[in-house]
């Protein structure tokens, strides 16, 4: 197929025919920078096994070199992450390079590597397209196969970009970088079978636990924990600088750098969470969160009027007209063709372009105006605890909905908005990830005092109500985590709900229900080995989910 059609790509939900983009990515990816991407996962796979082969056979090399690129070189290839064909090829010419010392050490080690052609390929420029296009996913013939490999590489970008974030706060995991390798190595085998490659799927999960409370860890570690907050959802009369993204590290310097300058700071999508931590709320020109979830910034950043940086996915290409364009910033392994891309120097940025930028523009205008209410990560979810005990055994919460994960453009997503509308008053909402921009700004009202969404934060911050739910199995004696009034409702968009749904099912979680359609990238077959043992799901009608979970 990939020889027949100019790319093939069928990682994210909105995948063209819910089959796979084979002439242009539904997200705007075109078919060289497909190639280019599939190029760098190739090189990625060859550094993974190189390195697993070494741990395997205790020698030592660079690890944190090694493990920072690979984490790097994943989250480049994650869904809206980067769209710039140059910076894509600089990543695949710095894997080479990190493969050729990896492989130069096996040597000076006796370690026979396998001959496999990711292991084997010697980054010859002029082969670089024609390994592009024999790298790709179809490389893989039987779709079962297949399948278990994309699931388990995917969940491994959404690990990769949560262990970038803790990274860029000193956070490192050698044993999480260390699976990493060897999942890749096992990906990379082209004689793994399936049950091999489903117990790689399943540790996949467990791994994703890990890197998500590490980053919980980093991230309460440098900012504190996240607190019951309500955040400005309208202007001011300064100019302002729009941040978008998961980077909290960028939102930091930013704002450091931004003190005094008589320019405020807004945050964006996915970035609002950051409103909650103690550390962040000393900067009072942390103006407040302007617009909604990511597929609404063509028509949100026009009105914005001031500068915007992008420190990871969730990009839109912008129209070519589009006013903003020329104003837009990237950071990290986000990247945009003809944008403006801020480099790390010593652990920080340099946004003194951007605050340049923002000095002779208007004010944003206003979209909207009020507050939003959120910060229920599990620390402050374990602050009200009696408060919420209390109302479960009195009856005033009879349930609670998991509605975690990600937005998105397709008139299907308007579901989640409904079924939140018509769920029961005695049911509260658990909620992380952009998915809340279709129900936060509802009024759904409270149970004596307690709102009815609880917003823990970023997609990351799913890993919160895995640990509230196991806090509840204890408090209320439950033999197993799903005998408790949890259901779990999930809307999935890219590939950090894929590591989110691996580390949810690693717990045990079953019945999980997962939307608007299932993934392309799971067969038939995997699909009824999933079914089989977790009770996995897709949403039906409203209607009958309501009579089913609520």
């Known amino acids: 197929m990939r020889m027949e059609n100019s790319m093939f790509c069928f990682q994210c939900q909105e995948t063209a025919k819910g089959t796979g983009c084979t002439v242009k990515g539904v997200c705007g990816k ?53 769209f710039d064909d140059a910076a894509i090829l600089c990543k695949v010419d710095e894997g080479i390079a990190i493969k050729k010392e990896l492989l130069k050490t096996a040597g000076e080690s006796n370690i026979t590597l396998p001959g496999w052609q990711e292991v084997r390929w010697g980054g010859e420029k002029a082969d670089y397209a024609a390994e592009g296009s024999r790298e790709g996913v179809l490389r893989n013939t039987d779709a079962d196969l297949r399948s278990l ?16 974030h803790a990274a860029r706060l000193g956070m490192r995991d050698e044993k999480i970088v260390d699976f990493m390798m060897h999942a890749l190595a096992v990906i990379t085998n082209p004689d793994a079978g399936m049950q091999e490659l489903l117990n790689n799927v399943m540790e996949t999960g467990k791994a994703g636990v890990s890197v998500m409370a590490l980053l919980d860890k980093a991230n309460t570690t440098a900012y504190g924990n996240p607190e019951i907050t309500k955040v400005n959802i309208g202007t001011r009369s300064n100019p302002g600088i729009l941040i978008s993204g998961h980077d909290l590290h960028d939102l930091e310097d930013l704002l450091i750098q931004t003190e005094g300058t008589g320019i405020d700071v807004y945050t964006h999508g996915e970035m609002l969470p950051a ?65 403006k891309h801020l480099e790390e120097k010593n652990g920080h940025k340099d946004f003194s372009k951007v605050i340049e930028a923002a000095r002779g523009c ?14 229920f990560a599990h620390n402050q979810v374990f602050a009200l605890a009696d408060k919420i005990v209390d109302a479960v055994k009195s009856g005033a919460i009879r349930k609670f909905i998991v509605m975690s994960g990600c937005d998105g453009r397709m008139k299907s997503r308007n579901y989640y908005r409904e079924f939140a509308e018509r769920l029961p008053k005695d049911v509260v909402i658990l909620t992380s990830g952009c998915a809340k921009y279709k129900y936060n700004k509802l009024p759904l009202g409270d149970i004596n005092g307690i709102p009815r969404v609880l917003d823990a934060g970023q997609c990351n911050d799913s890993y919160s109500w895995a640990v509230v739910a196991l806090k509840l199995k204890e408090i209320f004696g439950a033999a197993d985590i799903n ?57 039906s009608t409203v209607d009958e989910d309501l009579k089913m979970m609520a």
């Open 30 to 82: 075109l078919p060289e920078t497909s190639r280019w991407q599939d190029l760098l996962l190739s090189v990625v796979r060859g550094v993974g096994t190189a390195a697993s082969f070494l741990n395997d056979n205790n020698v030592a090399y660079d690890k944190v070199k090694t493990g920072d690129y690979v984490a790097d070189a994943l989250f480049a290839t994650i869904t809206n992450a980067n």
């Open 275 to 339: 409103h909650y931590y103690p550390m962040f709320k000393k900067y009072k020109h942390l103006a407040g969160n302007y617009g909604n979830a990511w597929w609404k910034q063509k028509e949100e950043f026009s009105h914005f009027n001031g500068p915007i940086v992008f420190t990871t996915n969730c990009i839109v290409p912008p129209a070519k007209d589009a006013v903003y364009k020329d104003r837009v910033f990237t950071t990290n392994s986000a990247g945009f063709p003809g944008w």
């Open 483 to 539: 005998d408790l009034p949890i259901e779990f409702n999930i809307a999935w968009y890219e590939q950090k709900a894929v590591i989110v749904l691996l580390a949810l099912l690693s717990l045990g979680i079953k019945n999980i229900h997962i939307g608007p359609t299932l993934p392309a990238f799971v067969s038939e077959g995997v699909l009824k080995v999933l079914v089989s043992n977790f009770g996995l799901g897709t949403i």
């Open 149 to 164: 490999k994309e699931l388990c590489v995917l969940g491994l970008k959404g690990m990769a970009a949560y262990y970038e």
């Open 362 to 375: 208007k004010a944003p205008d206003e979209i909207e105006h009020g507050e939003i209410i959120g910060g």
